[in-house]
């Protein structure tokens, strides 16, 4: 292991990523699949755990991270459990980045793992239709104001504004299906169409049921470390060029445009600290907890004008084989959606800049791989957002 330079801060690189079992897992406890997810990314990084000096876990136990990074048999020395909903991973990602250049860990550990599916069929759970009714909240809870209803406005909003039309919302959820056809762990992998989604069940106008995001089971791993460890690692590495965060609002009152995500701000930072712009991206993984918020992602991150959503994502753009590849493991619309999937972004992208997509890897002219991502993670309603710029170079 060759020694940093102590006249700059370290660069910093995804060296392992992994997917627990995932879809449907009806035998497994969430630890079980952080543990498994653990295991995999460690291996799949060619790394001892004795590296691991840092780790993140948000969203299982009474103290978060403590109790998981009990349960994997990690001491770190440092940790993180942000939760700010589906963006938790990305911000936690950044920070991560952030301590690794600073001196502050060598390798952080970042870790999820959910069984929201199958503890809802076995009547350990129920489904929840609101974060809550404490604070803010309070004052839209009791009018029946879900979490669904608030992206269905916002929709609705972009609708009235720029002519968007649920045909073009529906295309999303259709490219998103071809995706996952060719990716063997999504859930569901037959394809769809546009009928097809327009004459599902209703579920919070314009919404119908595939707009909206499957609920699943599974969980998954990153490991970040710092530039010495590469040489060492068993591949490539993927490099941490930039990353940018923003929070928006809680109540949907202090929303200022319903067209507009705090991505607009995560995003232009990640683009201004990596020193690259939308048009050099080869592939984008983004949040899609529900059709409307990919569109608009795409618009804030700067991949096109604000209103001009609706038209890019038709004729198969985001297809791998379409102009810019979108969400390439079917996403959250079709492959799995345990909860808080910012992570499984992350996988994704490292494993498409690698090479290792398979049959849905995405190729450039000439068959080359494609050498940027940007991975954009958004949290409760448009709440929060943050966004990393990645290379495989």
């Known amino acids: 292991m060759s020694s940093p330079s102590t006249h700059r801060p370290r660069k910093v690189a995804v060296v392992g990523v992994a997917l627990s079992d995932t879809g449907r897992v009806d035998d ?22 004795s590296v691991v000096d840092g780790f993140g876990s948000a969203g ?15 001491r770190p020395t440092w940790v993180d459990s942000t939760s700010v909903g589906g963006a938790t991973w990305e911000v936690m990602a950044a920070h991560a980045a952030d301590a690794i250049a600073a001196g502050h860990a060598n390798a952080v550990l970042l870790v999820y793992g959910s069984t929201a599916r199958a503890d809802i069929k076995a009547g350990r759970r129920t489904a929840n239709l609101s974060f809550g009714a404490r604070g803010p909240l309070q004052f839209e809870a009791p009018y029946g104001h879900t979490l669904i209803s608030k992206y269905a406005m916002a929709a609705r909003r972009h609708m009235h504004q720029y002519g ?46 595939l707009h909206c995001c499957i609920r699943s089971d599974g969980g998954c791993a990153v490991l970040l470390a710092a530039e010495e460890y590469v040489p060492d690692t068993a591949k490539a590495p993927v490099w ?9 609002h809680t109540t949907m009152s202090e929303w200022e445009d319903f067209t507009v995500s705090p991505a607009a701000v995560s995003g ?39 209103g001009e959503g609706g038209a890019f994502v038709e004729k198969g753009r985001l297809l791998r084989d379409g102009g ?30 690698r ?33 990393l710029i990645l290379s495989g170079s």
């Not at 959820?173 to 004459?199: G, K």
């Not at 993984?285 to 529900?290: G, K, M, Q, S, T």
């Not at 608009?296 to 004008?305: I, K, N, P, S, Y």
């Open 268 to 306: 232009r930072l990640a683009f201004e600290r990596a020193g690259v712009r939308p048009e050099d991206i080869d592939l984008a993984e983004i949040y899609d907890a529900f059709t409307y918020m990919t569109l608009v992602t795409l618009e804030d991150l700067g991949f096109c004008a604000k």
């Open 28 to 49: 497994a406890t969430p630890y079980a699949l952080h543990a498994q997810a653990a295991r995999r990314a460690l291996a799949d990084s060619g790394l001892n755990r």
């Open 324 to 353: 810019l590849p979108v969400n390439t493991d079917g996403g959250g619309l079709s492959a799995c959606h345990p909860g808080m999937r910012g992570l499984f972004l992350l996988v994704e992208a490292v494993r498409q800049l």
């Open 240 to 248: 941490v060029l930039g990353s940018g965060m923003s929070v928006s």
């Open 60 to 74: 299982l136990g009474t103290l978060a991270p403590v109790e998981v990074a009990e349960y994997l048999g990690l």
């Open 355 to 387: 090479g290792e997509g398979g049959v849905g890897q995405v190729r450039r002219g000439g068959g080359v791989l494609p050498a940027l991502a940007v991975v954009s993670g958004t949290g409760g309603w448009f709440c929060s957002s943050a966004t």
């Open 164 to 209: 968007t039309t649920v045909e073009q919302l529906a295309q999303i959820a259709v490219q998103a299906r071809a995706n996952a056809a060719t990716n063997p762990d999504a859930m569901f992998r037959d394809p769809i169409t546009v009928d097809d989604v327009l004459s599902g069940p209703m579920i919070a106008d314009p919404f119908t049921k």
